[in-house]
C-alpha cells in the first residue's frame, strides 16, 4: 500500500502557505504549538484518532530499492521518526513556512544502503498517481 503523494503536497501547500502581508515567514508548529526544529525526530501520523492507517514507514518497492513510503494500516502504529530539514541551512535551526525542505527517515541507513531523504518517484498510470520513495537528494528537495 503506497501513499499517494496528493496527501503529502496538500500538506506541504498547507504548510508552507504564507499569510497574505506577513513580511517574515513564520515558523511550522507541531501538534503542542512547539516549532518544529531541524534534526529533532518527528513522527507524521492522522490527527483524527480511528481515522484509519496510521505513521509513515519504509517498504521495498517493486524493484526492491529505492524504497517506498508507505502509511501503516493500523493508527495505533505510528511507524518511524522523520527528520525536516530546510534545503538551504539557517543558523536558529528552525523550520519555516514557505522555505524547501527535506524530509528523511530518521533510520540511519536502510537494506538498499541508500539515503532514506524522500523524492518523487515514477508515475503510476494504473492508479493515476505519483508516489514518493527514497533516495533523494539532501539540499535538492525538487530533485
Do not use: H
Not at 20 to 41: F, Q, R, S, W
Not at 42 to 68: E, H, M, Q
Amino acid at each position: 500500500m503506497k501513499t499517494p503523494l496528493l496527501s503529502f503536497l496538500f500538506l506541504a501547500l498547507v504548510a508552507s502557505t504564507p499569510l497574505l502581508g506577513t513580511a517574515d515567514p513564520d515558523p511550522l508548529l507541531d501538534v503542542n504549538g512547539e516549532k518544529l526544529l531541524t534534526g529533532t525526530p518527528y513522527y507524521i501520523v492522522s490527527a483524527i484518532r480511528g481515522g484509519g492507517g496510521g505513521g509513515l514507514s519504509l517498504l521495498p518497492s517493486k524493484t526492491r530499492c529505492p524504497l517506498d513510503v508507505v502509511q501503516e494500516k493500523l493508527d495505533i502504529n505510528r511507524g518511524q521518526s522523520l527528520l525536516f530539514s530546510p534545503a538551504t541551512q539557517n543558523k536558529d535551526g528552525v523550520l519555516y513556512e514557505s522555505t524547501d525542505l527535506n524530509i528523511k527517515f530518521s533510520t540511519p541507513a536502510s537494506i538498499c544502503f541508500q539515503p532514506t531523504v524522500w523524492r518523487v518517484d515514477n508515475y503510476d498510470s494504473s492508479t493515476g498517481q505519483w508516489f514518493i520513495t527514497t533516495n533523494g537528494v539532501e539540499g535538492k528537495p525538487w530533485s
